[in-house]
């Protein structure tokens, strides 16, 4: 069974960055678009980013100008690369296959961005 293991969490002041990981224990983002998801307390888990297999990206208009995807199928992991961070970024932080998550979610990564 493949294992998602996401990383790069913490907390951080509004305006600052992270840079969150997600590494698989399988070759498998080569053969799936990846996605970038969150879920902040109370709400539903949410699509933030995602890449396609040529490099294509596309990210939720909340996001957009501020994280960046990435992916290096070599070392099996996705990358997210998020600037400018406001408090509304505050969430779990999961990765999977998009648009049908179809690996067993992860545990997530904590990101809390205080004002």
């Known amino acids: 069974q493949v294992q998602l293991v996401e990383s790069g969490g913490g907390l951080v002041q509004a305006g600052g960055s992270l840079r969150l990981s997600c590494a698989a224990s399988e070759s498998i983002f080569n053969l799936y678009t990846v996605g970038w998801y969150r879920q902040a307390p109370g709400t539903q888990r949410e699509m933030v980013a995602i890449?396609?297999?040529?490099?294509?990206?596309n990210y939720d208009e909340s996001v957009k100008g501020r994280f960046t995807i990435s992916r290096d199928n070599a070392k099996k992991a996705v990358y997210l690369q998020m600037n400018s961070l406001k408090s509304e970024d505050t969430a779990v932080y999961y990765c999977?296959?998009?648009?049908?998550?179809?690996?067993?979610w992860g545990q997530g990564t904590q990101v809390t961005v205080s004002s």
């Open positions: 890449i396609n297999g040529g490099g294509g990206t």
């Open positions: 999977n296959t998009f648009p049908a998550p179809i690996i067993h």
